[in-house]
């Protein structure tokens, strides 16, 4: 079995369902990256929004992880403003990913996120890692329960199963 890393930011925890849906059966690690900015309130929500478009970096906690030892990374964000949330925008620039297998998801509440995972991709690329697969959920008016249940349906879908062999 490969060694699998799920790297990870979520506001309102859809995003978080996800990963660890996917940890529980990939039986694969997670790491949640916390952005540090307040992002509660409505003015802060208006602030994501021109962070996300502008690609804003922000203060993240962890700022890196070793990735030494994991043949597989999985990395998720919410849409924002159809683009990745800083926190992830952030992470990406603070990896070593040359080498790395990466495969690439995106909640987001109606629409956009093909574009956060295009996005995501080419940023990946550029600092060496390979895109192997991705996918989105849809969450807009669902219940975790019933993103869990979307999740567990890609990855039989898109045979997610099969990364994990080797
Ligand atoms: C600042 C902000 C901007 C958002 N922009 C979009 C968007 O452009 N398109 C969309 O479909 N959903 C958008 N959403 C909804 C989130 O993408 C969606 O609820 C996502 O599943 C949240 O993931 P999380 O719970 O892991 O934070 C936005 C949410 C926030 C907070």
């Given at each position: 079995?490969?060694?699998?890393?799920?790297?990870?930011?979520?506001?309102?925890?859809?995003?978080?369902?996800?990963?660890?849906?996917?940890?529980?059966?990939?039986?694969?690690?997670?790491?949640?990256?916390?952005?540090?900015?307040?992002?509660?309130?409505?003015?802060?929500?208006?602030?994501?929004?021109?962070?996300?478009?502008?690609?804003?970096?922000?203060?993240?906690?962890?700022?890196?992880?070793?990735?030494?030892?994991?043949?597989?990374?999985?990395?998720?964000?919410?849409?924002?403003?159809?683009?990745?949330?800083?926190?992830?925008?952030?992470?990406?620039?603070?990896?070593?990913?040359?080498?790395?297998?990466?495969?690439?998801?995106?909640?987001?509440?109606?629409?956009?996120?093909?574009?956060?995972?295009?996005?995501?991709?080419?940023?990946?690329?550029?600092?060496?890692?390979?895109?192997?697969?991705?996918f989105t959920i849809k969450t807009g008016g669902k219940q975790f329960n019933e993103i869990k249940e979307d999740t567990l349906k890609v990855i039989a879908e898109k045979d997610l199963k099969i990364y994990s062999i080797g």
């Amino acid at each position: 079995m490969k060694k699998i890393l799920i790297i990870y930011y979520s506001k309102t925890k859809n995003t978080e369902t996800v990963a660890k849906t996917l940890a529980d059966e990939l039986s694969a690690e997670t790491v949640e990256i916390k952005d540090l900015k307040n992002r509660y309130g409505f003015l802060s929500n208006i602030g994501s929004i021109i962070d996300a478009i502008r690609e804003n970096k922000t203060r993240i906690e962890p700022e890196t992880i070793d990735l030494t030892g994991y043949d597989l990374l999985y990395m998720g964000s919410p849409t924002w403003a159809g683009k990745p949330a800083p926190a992830i925008i952030t992470i990406i620039d603070n990896l070593k990913l040359k080498g790395k297998d990466v495969i690439l998801f995106a909640t987001m509440g109606r629409q956009g996120g093909s574009n956060v995972i295009d996005r995501m991709a080419e940023k990946i690329k550029a600092r060496g890692g390979r895109i192997i697969n991705s996918f989105t959920i849809k969450t807009g008016g669902k219940q975790f329960n019933e993103i869990k249940e979307d999740t567990l349906k890609v990855i039989a879908e898109k045979d997610l199963k099969i990364y994990s062999i080797g």
